[in-house]
């Protein structure tokens, strides 16, 4: 399934009912050098829009939230050792946790690829 | 996610004279100070910081504030501005910079800053300073307010500075200013910088060996222009000066002294000159020199956090549950290659190797105290050049 993105520049790609959950092109960009990211635990439940991980830039530390409600599944580990992933493979290898969606509706409200550019270039 | 606003297009943001040459590179311009800055260009801060310590670093820090405290000579204007802070300034050299703190009446740091003596006899009595950004409205008043009659503070708005600091600043200038490489650590002179006539400084905030070079407002982009020419050169922003001055253990005006701080609690005990300390004179002398023999309550180490995590500015020491002490500066030291951290931390826990926690997100973070600097300064001293 392709890409669907929040207001607050997360991504996420369903497949099945497993989220993989990320942070945008853009997110990254304004961040700046990615050089911590501190993961859930697995097995942790989130609901949407709570604060799933944290990814801290040379500058400052930012929150990263939940897109959608469901357990942690899977973190990227690789993210410890080479956090600038983030920065080199946003959607790709620098993706931060997959989550088991409990409802799948939740991704209705998100933004398509299309809707995402519309959005910055609203906001910028 | 979510992301700080940086947005600089507001109008009331001063320019530096060479605004247009940071955004013909792509820089990302941030409110700092009042100005619009470059917090950093493409490269991003990593790569400039690891560049600064490994070429040649470019920085427009025309924001500092420049100006003249003039007196009818080098004993009186000294004399005048040693009434405010607790360096030797009577005793500098011709050509000598020192660094000191404008002190308040309780010996709070109202604000660092470096003093130069000009080199050329003519100039004597023209102590030269440069202040914070953020303060010189401040600085300014406060001494003017106090300055004797016959002395008298110049503020030199019509200036610019850009620092060029790295191993190969030296072999850059050689081709642009030679008398400035024969400048050492801590000493100035008027020099021309291809043809245009500077103040350059050996000096600097990374801990490398450079220069800083003032000029008038209208040749910035020459001087700039000339240097990023240069294949050692990059321009480096504010986000690499932060973590190349952190790694250099070096304060920042706000975040590691303030009002409320003491040169002594600030381990700034080095600037204080012998002198000085057996005369006092200066703002909160008693409680200085009472700091200086009893060790203060608290004072600034290093803190090198285990693991990945970054504490920041705020972030709580502690000891047994107990706090003991806050981090004002912090962050990730590029080529230390972990977290690195400066704070203040009660007496009993300053000595090097002390086992401490950091409060990050709540949870304790194991740390150490450690000798600042984090990076070896590699400053171009008198003595071992």
Redesign the interface.
């Known amino acids: 399934m392709a890409l669907r993105y929040t207001k607050d520049h997360e991504w996420v790609r369903l497949e099945g009912d497993t989220a993989t959950v990320g942070i945008s092109h853009y997110a990254q960009e304004q961040l700046g050098d990615v050089v911590y990211v501190e993961l859930p635990e697995i097995g942790k439940t989130v609901a949407k829009g709570d604060e799933a991980a944290v990814v801290e830039s040379v500058k400052a530390a930012s929150e990263v939230y939940a897109p959608v409600s469901g357990e942690v599944t899977a973190i990227n580990d690789a993210l410890e050792a080479a956090p600038g992933a983030v920065n080199e493979e946003p959607t790709g290898g620098g993706w931060f946790l997959k989550l088991k969606v409990s409802d799948p509706s939740e991704l209705d409200g998100l933004m398509d690829e299309a809707a995402y550019k519309t959005y910055l270039a609203e906001i910028s | 996610?979510?992301?700080?606003d940086?947005d600089s297009s507001d109008a009331a943001l001063r320019r530096t004279p060479l605004h247009d040459a940071h955004v013909g590179l792509g820089a990302r311009m941030v409110p700092f100070a009042g100005y619009a800055m470059p917090?950093?260009y493409p490269a991003?801060?990593?790569k400039e910081h690891a560049w600064t310590r490994e070429n040649a670093g470019l920085f427009d820090v025309s924001h500092m504030g420049q100006a003249v405290v003039a007196g009818p000579d080098h004993e009186a204007a000294a004399r005048a501005l040693e009434a405010l802070v607790p360096g030797d300034i009577v005793g500098l050299a011709p050509g000598a910079t020192r660094y000191t703190q404008l002190l308040n009446d309780a010996g709070g740091i109202i604000d660092d800053l470096m003093v130069t003596r000009p080199i050329l006899p003519e100039a004597d009595g023209r102590l030269m300073l440069v202040v914070n950004a953020a303060r010189k409205d401040v600085d300014y008043r406060h001494i003017e307010a106090r300055l004797p009659g016959g002395v008298r503070l110049e503020p030199q708005s019509d200036r610019a500075l850009i620092a060029l600091q790295g191993p190969k600043a030296a072999d850059v200038m050689t081709r642009h200013a030679y008398e400035a490489v024969r400048l050492a650590f801590m000493h100035a002179a008027p020099a021309r910088f291809d043809g245009i006539e500077c103040q350059i400084s050996r000096s600097g905030y990374t801990g490398e060996d450079g220069f800083e070079i003032s000029m008038a407002d209208a040749d910035a982009d020459a001087v700039w222009g000339a240097l990023m020419a240069e294949p050692e050169v990059e321009a480096v922003g504010l986000?690499a000066r932060d973590?190349l001055r952190l790694e250099a253990g070096l304060c920042l005006y706000g975040h590691d002294i303030d009002e409320a701080t003491s040169p002594i609690e600030a381990a700034l005990a080095w600037s204080i000159g012998k002198r000085r300390r057996e005369e006092g004179g200066f703002p909160g002398a008693d409680r200085i020199l009472a700091e200086l023999s009893d060790k203060p309550s608290r004072r600034r180490v290093g803190l090198r956090p285990e693991g990945?995590?970054?504490a920041?500015e705020g972030t709580a020491i502690a000891v047994d549950g107990e706090t003991i002490g806050m981090v004002t500066s912090g962050?990730?030291g590029?080529t230390v290659g972990a977290?690195i951290a400066m704070g203040y931390v009660a007496a009993a826990y300053v000595a090097p190797d002390t086992r401490v926690e950091l409060i990050v997100?709540g949870r304790a973070q194991p740390a150490t105290v450690t000798r600042l600097p984090f990076t070896p300064h590699r400053y171009a001293r008198a003595d071992n050049r």
Request: net charge positive.
């Open positions: 996610m979510t992301t700080q940086s917090v950093q991003g801060i990593l986000g973590t990945r995590a970054p920041r962050g990730f590029p977290p997100r």
